[in-house]
């Protein structure tokens, strides 16, 4: 009995001390004093956006790539931090980072922008060396798309600028978990979860919930952490327009086979 009780207070506390990696997640007012609010990441644009699950010891350096990738440095003091306006449009980035001898931790997450014309792709700032640990999109959904369930998505993982073969968790905030492994060129891929519950058939009508990817690696003596966060959609595909796509193919089949039908009678 006595064994028992020992086994599950140790496991309580491997429990407690276990945390999950550092992310950037939106940040809403009214769903802050809630316990797990912040963690909610249902706001579409949110002006303030908040680090989650920082040590409190840690020093963080935040920052903000324009998709022109000029880079600003932003002062965080543990509250939530409002991104400065950019001119122009397309992928934005909010890089947050504590390096010590010891630990390096990175976090980024991605805005997409509407302004004047950038002229400069994406996979300028995604492959831009921003984190010496950093698990990069490749390549970001493109204007007016964004990520959604039951599809493939490609990402690279880079360690001081190289890419490396390391395992990398997937993690929603409706629940799911799954484990993957990087190539040893630092390539994998994910297929986002289909866990939205209670879906509705409209697009508006469902909110979208935040995966986060994270990574620990050990590098000599020092130890290193990092996160990729991002909103991911209902995939219509999975619910509304695909009913409505097999209801024209049945009606399509239909006209069609009433066709062949009088061509035979006839002939």
């Excluded at 909610?40 to 010891?57: F, I, T």
């Excluded at 469902?206 to 050990?218: A, E, Q, V």
Aim: hydrophobic share 30%; glycine share 6%.
């Amino acid at each position: 009995m006595n064994k028992l009780i020992l086994l599950v207070i140790c496991s309580l506390v491997f429990m407690v001390s276990e945390s999950s990696a550092m992310h950037i997640l939106p940040y809403h007012e009214k769903s802050a004093k809630k316990e797990d609010g912040t963690h909610s990441g249902h706001m579409r644009k949110a002006p303030l956006y908040q680090l989650m699950d920082v040590d409190e010891n840690s020093k963080v350096e935040l920052s903000y790539y324009l998709s022109n990738l000029e880079k600003i440095d932003l002062e965080y003091s543990g509250k939530p931090v409002k991104m400065p306006r950019g001119k122009n449009d397309n992928y934005h980035a909010i890089i947050a980072k504590s390096d010590t001898n010891e630990k390096f931790v990175g976090a980024s997450y991605y805005i997409y922008k509407y302004g004047k014309p950038s002229n400069v792709s994406p996979t300028k700032i995604t492959l831009l060396d921003k984190l010496a640990f950093e698990i990069k999109p490749n390549p970001l959904p493109k204007e007016h798309d964004e990520y959604k369930t039951s599809k493939k998505y490609g990402f690279i993982v880079t360690l001081n600028a190289k890419p490396i073969s390391t395992k990398i968790n997937l993690q929603t905030l409706n629940g799911t978990t799954v484990e993957y492994t990087s190539d040893e060129d630092g390539r994998f891929s994910v297929i986002l979860p289909n866990d939205f519950k209670d879906v509705k058939n409209s697009k508006r009508a469902n909110r979208p919930s935040h995966f986060i990817l994270s990574s620990k690696i050990k590098e000599n003596t020092k130890e290193y952490e990092t996160s990729f966060t991002m909103p991911y959609h209902v995939n219509p595909n999975d619910y509304w327009q695909n009913s409505k796509y097999g209801g024209l193919v049945a009606l399509l089949g239909l006209v069609f086979g009433i066709l062949i039908y009088r061509k035979s009678k006839n002939g």
